[in-house]
């Protein structure tokens, strides 16, 4: 709890810079929820008790006949990003795709925390709209991709 000043004054600060009326962190969650353009949900938050601030977006749901496509796609985005600092991760509660950051308090002004929030932003727009046009799955049975030599397993 030691934290939540801090939180506090970067949400104020995001409020005035915003032009919004008050935000604050809801007492039991802990959680400060703000609709972006009228469709983006952005939760803010802390992570655990530790000095990180974290920010997550439902993107999508997680189709079934674009499962594999789809995860494929974000998997590997999360191991080489383009995004650096952003991860995609799934909620299987909600059977969402979500889009998250974390930063460290001490790196965080109400400037940074803008600039911050505003990439967040673009980058959960651009993947809102690119995931729609990811391929869907083949129908029947996947053709093997050899790896290579025949020393090399198919999968």
Known sequence: M????QFQRLLTGL???LGLGALTADPHSGRCILLVNGDLTLELGLLDERPVMTVAADLCPLPREREEA?????LAENLFPSAMDLSFGYD??????RLHAAFTLADLEEVSLYRALDRFFKVASHWRKKIPELPREP????????LGGPDLLRV
């Open 2 to 5: 030691q934290y939540v000043p």
């Open 15 to 17: 409020a005035e810079r």
């Open 70 to 74: 789809l995860m494929e796609t974000l």
């Open 92 to 97: 299987p509660t909600s059977q969402r795709v």
């Open 139 to 146: 129908e029947g049975e996947p053709n093997p991709v050899v």
